[in-house]
């Protein structure tokens, strides 16, 4: 499973005559919310609920990417299944 590092990759930009302060950089970053809605669908509840749970459990993007937690910002919404 690949592992990526946005930061890494960021700094090897250096060597390219790239200059930035990655302290000094915003990151944006999108998060759903997964909620079960109450009109029928092709999904039983069983399979929302677990997908739903299994959603909320994934790793958050800044773990995955190597981005700061202080340096995001998050964009959010809620989508219905």
Known sequence: MEQPNVMRALAQCRQRQLT????ETS???GR???LAGKRPSALSR???AL???MSNNALDATEFF???INRV??????VEI
């Open 20 to 23: 930035f302060g990655p302290m």
């Open 27 to 29: 990151f944006v970053i």
């Open 32 to 34: 759903d919310k997964i």
């Open 46 to 48: 069983w399979r929302k």
């Open 51 to 53: 997908f739903i749970f």
């Open 66 to 68: 190597g981005i700061p």
């Open 73 to 78: 910002v998050e964009l959010g919404a809620q």
